[in-house]
């Protein structure tokens, strides 16, 4: 646990240099989930994969898990259909807090099936670090654990 902590401290805490000297706004920040909806919604693994880190945090199980292989599917949409997915909607998303590396995020999501009946809604807060321009995923953790994403959080744990 003791490394994971110091490997995130070191990623959130190195991208000030990194990033541009304006703040990250709120309009970037929904900009962002919204592209990263329109990647789920349309099941396209590789875009949505590039929108996180490697490595990340990931709190959607009862265990803190970390993402270090690329190579490591973060979502399987064939399991998330069989629970009932079609699609997600995004409610609402709250800036808890910028600077010009890194955004504290709250999204507050909708998870819809085929016809149109809510099948999950959930709160999920980010960590989003801003390199070279780019907003990217450093940290999730959902408020209603376990949210499934298709995947077996506790293969990735630590």
Known sequence: MRPMLVMLTSILFS???????????KTQVVGFFQHLLEKFNNENVVEY???FLVPHAR??????????????????????????WDQSVMRSVDLLF????????????TRLNAKKEVVQNFTAF?????????????YIAATST?????????????
């Open 126 to 138: 980010y960590t989003l670090v801003k390199i070279q321009e780019k907003l990217r995923i450093a």
């Open 15 to 25: 991208t000030t240099v990194i990033a541009g000297n304006s703040q990250i706004e």
């Open 49 to 51: 994969e590039k929108l």
């Open 59 to 84: 709190h959607l199980s009862d265990k803190v898990s970390l993402v270090t292989d690329e190579s490591v599917p973060l979502v399987d949409f064939t399991k998330l259909k069989d629970a009932g």
């Open 98 to 109: 910028s600077s010009s590396s890194k955004a504290f995020v709250n999204v507050h999501w």
């Open 146 to 158: 376990p949210l499934s994403i298709g995947v077996k959080e506790n293969q990735r744990e630590h």
